[in-house]
C-alpha cells in the first residue's frame, strides 16, 4: 500500500512559481509518478510522469517548458515545479502512483495508476 500525500498549492499572480510536492509513504516507493490536474467542470488530464528512478520524464504539451517533474527517492518525494503560471493553470493538482513498465502504457490513462492524492488547490489570478 502506497499512500500519497500532496503540498505546496495556492494562490498566485500570473507569470508566478509554485513548486508542489508528493510525499510517499507505505511500502518502497519504487512506482512511476505522474501529477494530473482537473479544473472546475473539465475532466482530469494529465500534466507529468517520472519513472520510478527519476530516469525518464514526459510532460503535456500544454506545459512543456513551463513545468518540470522531479523527484528524490531518498527523501520519497516528488516535485513539480511551475514556472510562468498561467490563469488556465488554475485548478486541483493529484499526483498518482504507478507499478509496471515504463513504456507501452499511456501515461495520461487515469485507470492505469493505483493509488492517488487528495489533491492540492492551485489558483493562478491574472
Known amino acids: 500500500q502506497v499512500q500519497l500525500v500532496e503540498s505546496g498549492g495556492g494562490l498566485v499572480q500570473a507569470g508566478g512559481s509554485l513548486r508542489l510536492s508528493c510525499a510517499a509513504s507505505g511500502r518502497t516507493f519504487s512506482y512511476h509518478v505522474a501529477w494530473f490536474r482537473q479544473a472546475p467542470g473539465k475532466e482530469r488530464e494529465f500534466v507529468a510522469a517520472?519513472?520510478?528512478?527519476?530516469?525518464?520524464?514526459i510532460h503535456a504539451d500544454s506545459v512543456k517548458g513551463r513545468f518540470t517533474i522531479s523527484r528524490d527517492n531518498a527523501k520519497n518525494t516528488v516535485y513539480l515545479q511551475m514556472n510562468s503560471l498561467k490563469a488556465e493553470d488554475t485548478a486541483v493538482y493529484y499526483c498518482?502512483?504507478?507499478?509496471?513498465?515504463?513504456?507501452?502504457?499511456?501515461?495520461?490513462?487515469?485507470?492505469?495508476?493505483?493509488?492517488w492524492g487528495q489533491g492540492t488547490q492551485v489558483t493562478v489570478s491574472s
Open positions: 498518482a502512483a504507478r507499478s509496471g513498465a515504463w513504456y507501452g502504457v499511456p501515461h495520461s490513462l487515469l485507470a492505469r495508476y493505483e493509488y
Open positions: 517520472v519513472s520510478w528512478n527519476g530516469g525518464y520524464t
